[in-house]
Nanobody
């Protein structure tokens, strides 16, 4: 079983930045692709960014150029650097894991963190 714990959420102003972290434990982290998703009230959970076990990245169009995903296998941690934040980025952000390769379908990720709230004020 792989456990995931997100941190780094909070309040930011529009145009500002936040960095989310997700610490993993319980399995060999380097075997896993890692992803970031978010969910706003009344909306479905959406894929934002993913990074494969080999370091290949994928981004949703809504965040491409503003958000950057990275991983540090020595620390069993994945990050999401969020720049140029907008009020519409307000959501609960989730870290997820699956073996080896990234996929954009939410149901294809078996491991999830508990989520961290990000609120962007205008």
């Amino acid at each position: 079983q792989l456990q995931l714990v997100e941190s780094g959420g909070g309040l930011a102003q529009a145009g500002g930045s936040l960095r989310l972290s997700c610490a993993a434990s319980g399995r060999t982290f380097s075997n896993f692709a890692m992803g970031w998703f978010r969910q706003s009230p009344g909306k479905e959970r959406e894929f934002l960014a993913g990074i494969s076990s080999g370091g290949v990245t994928d981004y949703a169009d809504s965040v491409k150029g503003r958000f950057t995903i990275s991983r540090e296998d020595a620390k069993n941690t994945v990050y999401l650097q969020m720049n140029s934040l907008r009020p519409e980025d307000t959501a609960v952000y989730y870290c997820a894991a699956r073996l080896y390769i990234v996929g954009r379908i939410t149901g294809g990720w078996p491991y999830w963190g508990q989520g961290t709230q990000v609120t962007v004020s205008s």
